[in-house]
């Protein structure tokens, strides 16, 4: 059987689990890391035991002739970096969000079609153990119809959470209940809705973000509709980062690593019990080694897909189906109506709309998260929280 021959381009925290993933799955190998900090290149070669080292991404690429190379670095430098690797033919899988705007993703999907090759964008849980024994318990009919879900963040500033945290649970949401045809959004900043100037750049270089309270409402093309909330806590809790799917007999809850079920659709304490469900796990997968179960199920799920000549599951289309949904939560918080997708204005929607009251780009913020909450606060004329 063919292994598939792989290159991490970005050696820090994404890029260390993708290489353990890649590393430990039987049919890829990574043959070749490249990234500007020495340090990093020397800490994961070392682990892997792979001694094609570089930092510059073209001679590696040159060089070792990788069939698959990951892109594991700030979202900001996903679309210059994607646009040079995918020149070389590669196939790449690329960390979520795809991009930061639909014009830098059309760009990206256009190139890989012209190329031949494939993308995937990294959304691990909608291929991991858990969504899959959700997808199972539907497909059995045990929660009755589908009807409604609901998905929650983990109390990042709103705009912030879309970015970063939605993008996974919009994918899971998508491979539950299909693409979503329009959304419906109330965006807040300090209590009231938002206004041009509370356009600002996003932390961690995730362009540009809206929006403190958000709430959007999603029609998905199947008939059912469905909420999610990214809302900013007094204190982060990951525990509130989820999914809910109701049906006519019974709802299912979702998150990483732990899927359960209740057999009722209305839930009142003290009735019914919610059930722990069981992940699907590969019997390839030992989970002694050191990679994570949903990156090693994202990297199986490149191999089959391959294999089979087809995309993966979380493809570059549906990466772009994810910005589709989370642009247009932007564009109709900010214009409070409706909002069809996909959109015909590629450009960014936060953006436009400012220019369409005479406000050119917001001046910098900072990136890491900490400091940019600092800076929005005395934006927001509070001392910083
Ligand atoms: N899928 C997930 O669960 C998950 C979790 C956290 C973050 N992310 C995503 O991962 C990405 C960030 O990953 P990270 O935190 O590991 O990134 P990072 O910014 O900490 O590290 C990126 C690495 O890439 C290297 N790099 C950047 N440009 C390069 C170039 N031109 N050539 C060679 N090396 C280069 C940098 O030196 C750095 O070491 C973001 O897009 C984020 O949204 C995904």
């Known amino acids: 059987m063919q292994k598939y021959r792989v290159a991490i381009l970005g050696c820090r925290g994404r890029g260390t689990a993708a290489g353990r993933a890649y590393h430990q799955h039987p049919r890829t190998e990574v043959v070749a890391l490249c990234d500007l900090v020495p340090e990093l290149l020397a800490t994961l070669g070392d682990e892997l035991g792979v001694t094609a080292r570089y930092d510059d991404l073209d001679r590696m690429i040159e060089a070792e002739a990788p069939d698959i190379v990951a892109i594991p670095t700030g979202t900001e430098f996903h679309y210059p970096l994607a646009m040079r690797v995918l020149e070389h033919g590669v196939h790449i899988d690329i960390e979520k969000p795809i991009c930061t705007t639909l014009a830098e993703a059309d760009a990206v999907l256009a190139k890989a079609a012209e190329k031949g090759v494939r993308v995937a964008v990294h959304h691990q849980g909608r291929t991991g153990g858990a969504l899959q024994a959700v997808k199972a318990a539907i497909a059995e009919g045990r929660i009755g119809d589908l009807r409604y879900l609901q998905g929650s963040g983990k109390g990042y500033y709103g705009g912030y959470g879309l970015m970063n945290i939605a993008t996974h649970s919009l994918n899971a949401m998508l491979g539950v209940a299909g693409p979503v045809g329009s959304v419906q959004a109330v965006a807040l900043t300090d209590g009231r809705q938002i206004t041009p100037e509370d356009v600002v750049p996003s932390p961690s270089g995730m362009g540009y973000i809206a929006g403190e309270h958000v709430t959007a409402a999603l029609a998905f093309e199947c008939g059912i509709s469905g909420v999610l909330l990214q809302h900013r806590f007094p204190k982060m809790d990951s525990t ?3 999914i809910e799917i109701y049906g006519t007999e019974g709802r299912l809850y979702w998150k990483s690593g732990a ?9 009142a304490p003290g009735q019914d019990e919610w059930q722990p469900l069981a992940p699907i796990v590969p019997e390839h997968y030992d989970p002694a080694g050191p990679a994570s179960l ?17 995309a993966h599951e979380c493809s570059g289309d549906a990466g772009r189906h994810v910005l589709e ?25 936060l953006l436009r709309w400012r220019g369409e009251h005479g406000l050119g780009l917001p001046g910098p913020m900072p990136r890491p998260y900490g400091e940019w909450l600092a800076a929005e606060d005395g934006r927001l004329g509070r001392s910083a929280s």
Do not use: K, N
């Not at 899927?259 to 839930?267: G, K, M, V």
């Not at 949903?294 to 087809?310: I, K, S, T």
């Open 240 to 242: 509130a980062y989820m």
């Open 259 to 267: 899927p359960w079920i209740l057999s009722t659709p209305h839930f």
């Open 294 to 310: 949903e990156d090693y199920q994202f990297a199986d799920e490149y191999v089959q897909a391959l294999d089979e000549g087809r």
């Open 325 to 349: 949904i989370l642009m247009g939560i932007f564009e109709s918080g900010a214009r409070g109506r409706r909002v069809d997708l996909p959109q015909a204005d590629r450009d960014h929607p």
